[in-house]
């Protein structure tokens, strides 16, 4: 697609229920990132993918989040008992993979999804 | 361990006059450093980056930013702002050898642009 498409855009939820998060990155991009960002702060990144797998996924929270990406395309945040601190607006983006300074490449965010748990 | 930190809540500034939003950063080696801007209800938007080479980055919509090393910041500037500039400004920054994926953002400052 043209851009980084996320959805819900909202999701409200209640405490101790399932949620997952769907990002559909821009076509031909194999890089894709899960960032977190709660009100009144920067994005804080959660996971990264290069293809299929998991290349760092060191911003996980705990052991409730994961994330997936079975076909190296559209990428799946699953948050498991949900808690009231996971309330938060969840941007993906996705990039190229540059050959050269690769820490510079440019990522391309969604629009977000907004969670809330009650 | 790598920061930003962008000292300014708000920035509020006429239209027509100058502005800076200003970023400081910490990374070990040498820093890869980025501007986003958020309009409300978007996702971030790229402005400008600094790699290497020339200090000072020209970018998006006008806007640029000037590393400066031995400061170790990377001000956003704009020589003439317009009402549809504000929004929030968010600075990044990833270390040389940091992972690719863990870009790290400040907490973003709201900028204000006044007719």
């Known amino acids: 697609g043209a851009g980084v498409s996320q959805t819900p855009s909202n999701k409200v939820t209640e405490k101790g229920k399932y949620v997952e998060l769907r990002c559909d990155p821009i076509?031909?991009?194999?890089?894709l990132y899960w960032y977190r960002q709660s009100l009144g702060q920067g994005p804080e990144f959660l996971i990264y993918?290069?293809?299929?797998?998991?290349?760092?996924d060191s911003g996980l929270p705990n052991d409730r989040f994961f994330a997936v990406r079975p076909e190296g395309s559209v990428s799946t945040l699953k948050i498991q008992r949900t808690e009231r601190g996971d309330s938060a607006v969840y941007l993906c983006?996705?990039?190229?993979?540059?050959?050269?300074?690769?820490?510079?490449?440019?990522?391309?965010f969604g629009a977000g999804s907004r969670l809330t748990v009650l | 361990a790598q920061s930003v930190a962008q000292p300014e809540d708000q920035v509020n500034v006429a239209e027509g006059n100058p502005l800076t939003v200003k970023c400081t950063y910490s990374?070990?080696?040498?820093?890869?450093l980025f501007w986003y801007v958020q309009y409300p209800n978007r996702g971030l938007q790229f402005l400008l980056k600094?790699?290497?080479?020339?200090?000072l980055v020209k970018g998006s919509y006008g806007f640029e930013a000037e590393f400066n090393k031995s400061q170790t910041s990377f001000h956003l500037k704009k020589p003439s702002a317009l009402v549809s500039d504000s929004a929030l400004y968010f600075c990044?920054?990833?270390?040389?050898?940091?992972?690719?994926?863990?870009?790290?953002f400040g907490k973003g400052t709201k900028l204000s642009v006044k007719p």
């Open positions: 983006a996705s990039s190229l993979r540059a050959e050269a300074f690769s820490g510079a490449n440019v990522l391309t």
């Open positions: 076509s031909g991009h194999t890089a």
């Open positions: 993918f290069q293809g299929t797998g998991a290349a760092d």
């Open positions: 990374v070990s080696g040498n820093p890869y």
């Open positions: 600094y790699i290497t080479g020339d200090n």
């Open positions: 990044a920054v990833r270390g040389e050898g940091g992972s690719q994926g863990n870009l790290i």
